[in-house]
């Protein structure tokens, strides 16, 4: 079982690897580093051309992981998720084809494009770790995670995913335009002839393996502690949320169990096996933002989130 100290030194060899083809967005590439090494499902909500699926990509490689992308559309059956079964005329039975969800890295584009239906298929697969064609329930990768994105202006013909389903995801990561200084570098690599979506990526080499991988999280939820001062912490800081009067709905016992394993998850990365507040004060916000509903009253007076999370850490005694 690896150490802490090993697992944030693979890490940070991992990260170095991302930096190497995607410039900038350092809270977005770190909170995705977080949410891989806790085990979770991330949504990535941002503007078109910000690097979501090159991001996906690179962890991919880094990882040594089968990845497959699928464009979520109005008319994509669970079938095209799941697989089906087609006759074998010269076996003379029906053998199951497998579809794009059995793979280790999945990139679900535009999620709220696709109908309830199809959504609840890849769903299921994010909650149970399996999928469901014809009564018959299999198996999906041990290091399955989503990394699904959705545009945050464009609303026309999409399916927006309901609180509960919103609910399976560990994190909800913002990606907003890159900063100036990191386009232009990014134009400069173009520039000179070096097109990061193709020989970068190629040039990359994995850096753990799935098993590793797996590993590498055992480790973080065996080595990395919380002290019962910090449990209660996450505990009222996740039932404040339920009080504050601009919020319709707080955050559910699951968002405590989130908040707690990405924090021990930051934790490792900065080289720590012990949860502090401010880990769980860092978390918060992508752990939370898509759990939370505001009243409409609060949404009309413009109230938004991190206001509402702002009060609630003013409201919560923080642990000596």
Same mark, same amino acid.
């Given at each position: ?8 030194? @693979?890490?940070?060899?991992? !990260? ?22 806790? $085990? $979770? ?16 990509? #690179? ?14 559309? %109005?008319?994509?059956?669970? /079938? ?19 579809? %794009? ?18 959504? !609840? ?21 041990? #290091? ?10 464009? =609303? ?12 399976? =995801?560990?994190m909800k990561i913002a990606i907003d335009y890159p900063e100036p200084a990191d386009e232009t570098a990014m134009l400069s690599a173009y520039a000179a002839g070096r097109r990061l979506h193709d020989e970068a990526v ?10 590793e991988l797996l590993e590498t999280r055992r480790a973080v939820a065996r080595e990395v502690r919380a002290e019962k001062e910090v449990l209660e912490y996450i505990q009222k800081v996740v039932s404040a949320t339920r ?7 707080? /955050?559910? %016992? ?16 900065? $080289?720590?096996?012990?949860? @502090? ?14 759990? #939370? ?19 609630? =850490? ?7």
């Amino acid at each position: 079982m690896p150490s802490v100290a090993s697992v944030c030194e @693979t890490f940070r060899r991992l !990260s170095e690897g991302v930096d190497s083809v995607v410039v900038g967005q350092k809270k977005v590439k770190e909170r995705l580093l977080v949410c891989l090494l806790a $085990g $979770g499902h991330a949504l990535l909500e941002g503007v078109p051309g910000t690097a979501k699926t090159l991001l996906a990509l #690179v962890l991919s490689r880094l990882l040594g992981c089968r990845f497959r992308r699928i464009q979520f559309t %109005p008319d994509l059956m669970p /079938a095209d998720l799941v697989g089906t079964n087609i006759f074998n005329p010269k076996a003379n039975e029906f053998e199951f084809r497998p579809g %794009p969800l059995f793979t280790d890295l999945l990139l679900a584009d535009e999620i709220n494009r696709t109908p309830p239906k199809t959504q !609840s298929a890849l769903l299921e697969a994010m909650q149970e770790h399996a999928a469901t064609t014809d009564g018959v329930r299999r198996e999906v990768s041990p #290091v399955f995670t989503v990394l699904a994105t959705q545009n945050p202006v464009e =609303f026309e013909g999409t399916y927006p995913l309901p609180e509960a389903q919103r609910d399976r =995801f560990l994190m909800k990561i913002a990606i907003d335009y890159p900063e100036p200084a990191d386009e232009t570098a990014m134009l400069s690599a173009y520039a000179a002839g070096r097109r990061l979506h193709d020989e970068a990526v190629e040039a990359l080499t994995p850096v753990l393996s799935r098993e590793e991988l797996l590993e590498t999280r055992r480790a973080v939820a065996r080595e990395v502690r919380a002290e019962k001062e910090v449990l209660e912490y996450i505990q009222k800081v996740v039932s404040a949320t339920r009080r504050d009067p601009s919020v319709q709905l707080g /955050a559910g %016992p699951r968002s405590g169990i989130a908040l707690l394993e990405t924090s021990r998850a930051l934790a490792t990365l900065r $080289g720590r096996d012990f949860v @502090t507040p401010d880990d769980v004060k860092e978390m918060a916000s992508p752990v939370l933002v898509h759990r #939370v509903i505001l009243t409409p009253e609060a949404e009309m007076e413009g109230t938004v989130l991190e206001d509402v999370l702002r009060r609630t =850490f003013e409201q919560v005694e923080v642990p000596r």
